[in-house]
């Protein structure tokens, strides 16, 4: 342009108002795209939120209870604070506010056995933290509201609570009514106890009106009663002590003054151990989601690419009239970027419904494994809808930019030919083997990176399936050239299938890859769980010796919270139909060299009776049980080791014990997929010693030889009734339960493998209807020469079938390495659990079934089509 | 559905097609008579779009008329369903295309044995006749090639031994040498006459080439819907 010329002026309205007109003309293959990225982006999002709004639940009802509290002392082990500290840290410190805390789960009828998190409190030392007790006196309590006559029965009359406003609405309760609408029946740990609704409370904020929906409150003494075992004599205790500290010199004067057995910690770090606990677990759900987003990648590129190829002489018209390079650029970067955004909105919109439908597996496995938690909605957060928005609108720019850069870089001349495309293709061919072993290379670095993270094990997990997905044009490229030349001698039909899907290497190879990637999943996590249930089965047949299980119900899988009343124990213990007894407790401890908490398991004596199979024995020692009643030193799980990323088993473990840090020899190490954060097995008359508890959570009863384990169960039902209701399992029953467990554990799994596949189906199926409409005029000259409806849709059905075949065919090593990646890296780093690979036939053959029926499923309607188009139409176009 | 049609006559009784464009109606073809004998080479002129492709294709099958008749050999093409159509077309009619429309996945040799295939006959015979065929328009030597490595001419030839393998009764040629220079054109044309009128096959010929109308039995003109028989070809130019 020479000096003072005008600029030449772009106007892109003509292009947009084309583009406009070809998605009215296609509206199905821009549905099935924005179809397509909504179902990715709405794996991502309903994962996110359920699993946020359970970390979340949990955060607002912690958070209700935390207040202002800076600091809180807390016990050494499982005996809680002396309520003599309190006092006596009252009278050291009076100016720094305190106050005792007790904390415990159960479940009321009232409230349709929905969880509750009780929470004991010192009414006359609440004012400076929470202040949630500041009722008006008419019962109906709320933050910044002064007053307490209503309150006058929760500090002066035992047995009396306070509810969420809310809740009591919910649920027909009158906090101060009389009759039974004001009375609570609460069953903590299988002892139920009447409570009565004294007041409620509320806040203004709809957040913390949130975090106090599960919460109950009741006076501290209260909440001692309802927790000390039926004629414990010991002296009673607190959960905690939440301090408001000012400045290091006052948490330094506590440091000093903290007597044995307690540790003084923040009030963050609880928080923070929470989300640590479930960072695994949740990093795994979402990496399963972000899989249906890559295969949901693959489905835009296809779309994009096709709709490219289809105005590929459009665009050389209009390149021949003038439009820019970048015009046209923008115009295909643009489209994607509008259809990703419809697509995106509504997946975010199908990611809340789908949240709320998996927030209950996500929660159920929560409870099962982690921390006790009641989420009654989700919380939809702004960052989670955000990252939903970006991850979608980002991919389908990405899938769009090569076909976008293609259309852009190619001269007019060439804009004009259709078949350049496929040229390019073939030319690229060589490369796609180098390309897939960078990336596959990458991703066995990544894999075999000394790494404690999960990410960079997930990163190469995703480079091996990316590597394995660029190997597919040439694999395609070949199978299908050898089928053609095999197939010479065959029927018209059958050599023109496999020549078919080589003509279109460029869309065919794409929706290929996709479904080999999705049906891979399949198998990987068909395998991972397969082998996992066997090995738990397994385990448990090995484990579990006792005739007879005994504990109070609980609230969670993988744990009981409450205790077995000591007088039921001795009782027990007595009755002339067993043979033998052993027990169990458990709490957690701090690994001190990790810092982090691990399960401590005070056992009186070995559930499997011997037969338990270790991971690892010490050298010269032939019974680990007789070792650890001999106290020579303790038995890890394989998570106390693998979790942290340490390959080699320790030589001994150091345990924070209320009298100081003390080291214990390794004695073996034993299987226990009941937890991923790890456990030590230690003789309980030891535990009692160094941790001061000699309490009982469990039973296991091997029943003398002749007894009907049924009988016994019934009697120690009925038996104990009065003092404690229990749980009494017989060994078959408790196997039973746990497998449930496990499969309700991997439900969500299976739903995200279905969601995963169904994006795949609808990639091949807008693969069949967009080679469908760009071969029409082919399709209607084969009618033409003769070809009946039925060959056609043979014709169509068997290119898809290959396609299926060649997928589901490729998918079972793919599948085999993800299995083997998730089994060893994976699974050890996440949860610290080794499996057996078992492999089954069943595994691989559903695979095939998978992958040839979403094959030929997807090309049913596209056959039929064909069948009913019209010829003289068809012809015409060109 | 008779196997052999020796004396196929064609007879097109009333035949009319009309499109729906929107609110308006377009009609194509109003009421189109006539009668074709066996053996005759028709050339069909008109202007672009006066329907000579749409009566092509009515008289082939790949179309249905809004209404009347297409018989050929005493079968009602409009009366039999859409399969029997199909055979019928595979069995008894050749097409061939301005554009050739090979199929690009099919080696000559396979694109020319294609109708016969489809019909379940024996492949070495076929091929037989194919290769035989394709020395006669001159391919012999280009029978495994694609067709995507052939010339403009070329591929018409392929497409005029496709449509001659399964000898059919009736060839229905569209705009056969509208895609090829004259020289070639003429080459083709005359190709195809002459196997036509070797194997006494009825030509039916969509062109806007008056100059083809010389060599024809029978000239007539599609215009504004009707079909207008001229007395001679040097008429039919003239109109």
Redesign the interface.
């Known amino acids: 342009m020479s000096q003072g010329e005008a600029p030449s002026v772009v106007r892109n309205g003509p292009l947009w108002r084309l583009a406009v007109r070809r998605w009215r003309r296609r509206p199905l293959q821009y549905l099935l795209c924005i179809l397509g990225i909504a179902l990715g982006v709405a794996m991502l999002v309903s994962i996110d939120l359920a699993s946020g709004s359970a970390q979340r639940a949990f955060a607002l009802s912690t958070d209700a209870i935390t207040g202002r509290t800076t600091h809180r002392l807390v016990a050494i082990g499982p005996g809680g604070v002396p309520d003599s500290t309190f006092v006596e840290l009252r009278r050291r410190f009076p100016e720094i506010p305190a106050a005792p805390v007790i904390e415990a789960y159960g479940r009321a009828e009232e409230l349709d056995g929905e969880l509750l998190r009780l929470v004991g409190v010192d009414l006359f030392s609440e004012a400076p933290f929470r202040g949630l007790l500041g009722g008006d006196g008419d019962g109906q309590g709320g933050r910044g509201k002064q007053g307490g006559r209503g309150f006058v029965p929760f500090l002066t009359e035992p047995g009396t609570a306070v509810i969420a406003a809310d809740t009591a609405a919910r649920f027909g309760l009158h906090p101060g009514a009389a009759d039974a609408s004001g009375t609570l029946h609460l069953d903590l740990a299988g002892r139920t106890s009447a409570l009565r609704l004294v007041g409620s409370v509320s806040s203004d904020s709809a957040l913390e009106r949130r975090g106090l929906e599960t919460l109950l409150l009741v006076d501290i003494a209260t909440a001692q009663d309802l927790l000390a075992p039926a004629g414990a004599a010991a002296a009673p205790a607190l959960g905690h002590i939440d301090l408001i500290l000012e400045g290091p010199a006052q948490e330094q004067a506590i440091r000093t003054w903290l007597p044995a057995g307690l540790k003084l910690e923040t009030a963050a770090a609880r928080g923070n151990a929470v989300q640590q606990m479930t960072a695994a677990f949740e990093l795994n759900l979402t990496a399963m989601s972000l899989l249906a987003m890559v295969v949901g990648i693959f489905l835009i590129y296809n779309t994009v690419t096709f709709s490219v190829v289809q105005r590929r002489s459009l665009f050389g018209v209009l390149r021949c009239l003038g439009v820019t390079r970048r015009q046209l650029f923008t115009l295909i970067l643009g489209e994607a970027a509008l259809f990703s955004l419809v697509g995106s909105l509504l997946g975010l919109a199908l990611g809340v419904v789908l949240g709320r439908t998996v927030v209950g597996l996500i929660t159920q496995t929560i409870n099962d494994f982690y921390f006790v938690v009641s989420v009654r909605q989700i919380s939809l957060s702004g960052f989670t809808l955000a990252k939903g928005m970006a991850v979608g609108v980002a991919s389908a720019l990405v899938a769009s930019a090569l076909p976008a850069w293609e259309a852009m870089a190619t001269p007019p001349q060439m804009t004009l030919q259709r078949?350049s495309l496929e040229a390019g293709w073939q030319r690229l061919l060589p490369w796609f083997l180098p390309a897939a072993a960078l990336t596959g290379g990458l991703g066995v670095l990544l894999l075999r990176w000394d790494s404690r993270d999960l990410v960079p094990a997930f990163a190469g997990l995703f480079a091996l399936l990316m590597g394995a997905a660029l190997l597919m044009p040439p694999v395609l490229a070949a199978a299908m050239t050898v089928l053609g030349r095999a197939g010479g001698g065959l029927?018209?039909v059958a050599?023109?299938a496999p020549?078919?899907i080589?003509?279109s290497l460029s869309r065919t190879a794409v929706a290929v890859a996709a479904l080999m990637v999705a049906v891979s999943v399949i198998v990987g996590l068909s395998i991972m769980i397969g082998s996992f249930r066997g090995t738990v089965v397994t385990w448990l047949d090995q484990t579990l010796q006792a005739d007879l299980f005994v504990s109070p119900p609980s609230t969670t899988a993988n744990r009981v919270l409450g205790k077995v009343d000591p007088a039921i124990v001795q009782s027990v213990a007595a009755r002339p139909d067993l043979r033998a007894m052993v027990t169990f407790n458990s709490f957690d401890v701090r690994l001190v060299d990790q810092d982090r908490d691990i399960t401590l398991i005070a056992a009186g004596g070995d559930i499997s009776a011997g037969r338990r199979p270790y991971a690892w024995v010490r050298p010269g020692i032939d019974d680990p049980f007789a070792a650890l009643a001999a106290r020579e030193g303790v038995i890890l799980s394989e998570a106390v080791y693998l979790r942290d990323g340490q390959g080699a088993i320790p030589e001994q473990v150091r345990l924070e014990t209320p009298d100081g840090e003390r080291s214990f020899p390794v004695v073996a190490v034993f299987y226990d997929y009941s937890s991923d954060r790890g456990s030590v097995l230690m003789d309980r008359s030891q535990v009692a010693e160094l941790w001061h508890d000699d309490n009982v959570a469990s039973l296991g009863l091997f029943l003398a030889p002749g007894v009907e384990p049924e009988a016994v169960a019934a009697d120690l039902r009925e038996g104990f009734r009065s003092r404690q209701s229990l749980l009494v399992q017989t060994n078959g029953a408790l196997r039973q339960g746990s497998l449930e467990i496990f499969d309700r554990t991997f439900a969500i799994t299976g739903a995200l493998q279905l969601l995963t596949v169904l994006v795949a189906f609808i990639g091949i199926f807008s693969t069949l209807m967009s080679l469908q409409l760009e071969r029409g005029?082919?399709f209607?000259?084969?009618?033409?020469?003769?070809?009946?409806?039925?060959?056609l849709g043979r014709l169509t059905l068997l290119a898809t079938g290959l396609m299926g075949l060649l997928a589901g065919t490729c998918s079972m090593p793919l599948g085999y390495g993800l299995a083997w990646v998730l089994v060893h890296v994976i699974n050890v780093r996440s949860f610290g659990w080794t499996l057996q690979i078992a492999l089954e036939p069943r595994f691989f053959v559903q695979s095939l079934l998978v992958a040839v029926g979403a094959a030929v499923l997807a090309g049913l309607y596209p056959a039929l089509r064909l069948g009913r188009m019209?010829?003289?139409?068809a012809?015409?176009q060109? | 559905m008779p196997e052999h049609l020796p004396t196929a006559a064609i007879e097109l009784r009333g035949l009319g097609k009309r499109f729906q464009e929107g609110e308006t109606e377009r009609v194509v073809l109003a009421s189109v008579d006539l009668t074709i004998a066996p053996g005759q080479f028709v050339v069909l002129l008109g202007q672009s779009g006066s329907g000579k492709s749409t009566l092509l294709h009515l008289i082939g099958g790949i179309d249905t008329p809004s209404s009347g008749s297409v018989r050929i050999g005493g079968v009602d093409l409009t009366a039999i369903d859409e399969r029997s159509r199909t055979l019928f077309r595979r069995d008894h009619i050749g097409f061939i295309f301005q554009f050739f429309n090979l199929i690009p996945t099919l080696s000559v040799l396979e694109n020319v044995t294609l109708p016969g295939e489809l019909a379940g006959r024996p492949r070495s015979a076929l091929e037989a006749a194919a290769r035989d065929l394709l020395g006669r328009v001159g391919l012999a030597d280009r029978a495994a090639t694609r067709p995507d490595r052939l010339s403009g001419g070329q591929q018409q030839r392929v497409a005029i031994a496709r449509a001659l393998l399964h000898e059919p009764l009736l060839i229905l040629a569209d705009e056969p040498t509208g895609n090829l220079d004259e020289h070639t054109g003429e080459q083709v044309l005359q190709l195809l006459i002459d196997l036509t009128r070797q194997q006494g096959r009825t030509l039916i010929m969509a062109t806007h080439n008056g100059a083809i109308a010389d060599r024809a039995d029978r000239v007539l003109r599609v215009q504004e819907g009707h079909l207008l028989e001229t007395s001679s070809p040097a008429a039919a130019v003239a109109a």
Not at chain 1, 781 to 791: C, D, E, H, I, K
């Open positions: 078949s029927g018209v050599r023109l020549r078919d080589l003509r005029r082919e209607a000259v084969l009618r033409a020469s003769g070809m009946t409806p039925f060959q019209n010829i003289s139409e012809l015409r060109e």
